[in-house]
């Protein structure tokens, strides 16, 4: 018997409890770019990007005028978006600016480039762009060497055009 999943198995979607839908949607709709394909009730709303169904799904289901978990205990550690290449990442970062959004970190991996946030319910956001693999840091027998080192947020801005 198998215990592996499926080479093709990818994260589908992320099902966050906020406290205010609209305000919720001023940062992941209006800040960050994702498109609202529906609302579920006066509830819920789903938020995509090209046309899927939905890949950030927002509820007041059970958290409507809640506060954020406090430090120390169990949750989400932060969703995490991939971006297609160093100028998307640039331009998020640009976007973020300009709202006046602040960052928790930017880190450049080795393996990837990584912009880091809270969005209005506390919960982490990652935004990041991998490197093509062949340029990915190896150790001597071949392993992934990831490292942590401060990301040029000006270069990164620069190669956004």
């Known amino acids: 018997m198998t215990t592996t999943l499926p080479a093709a198995t990818r994260i589908g979607h992320v099902h966050l409890k906020v406290a205010d839908l609209e ?66 990442l640039g331009t998020i970062l640009r976007r973020l600016q300009e709202a006046g959004w602040p960052l928790t970190g930017a880190s450049d991996h080795g393996v990837s480039e990584a912009l880091y946030l809270d969005d209005p319910d506390g919960n982490g956001v990652e935004i990041y762009r991998d490197r093509p693999q062949n340029e990915w840091p190896r150790d001597a027998e071949g392993g992934l060497a990831m490292v942590t080192r401060r990301l040029d947020l000006d270069a990164l801005l620069a190669d956004a055009g």
């Open 23 to 88: 305000r919720s949607l001023a940062f992941w709709r209006d800040i960050l770019g994702f498109e609202e394909t529906q609302r579920y009730g006066d509830g819920a709303v789903f938020l995509s990007v090209d046309g899927y169904h939905h890949h950030i799904a927002l509820n007041t289901w059970q958290s409507a005028g809640a506060t954020p978990p406090p430090p120390g205990h169990t949750g989400l550690f932060h969703v995490a978006l991939l971006l297609p290449d160093r100028a998307a």
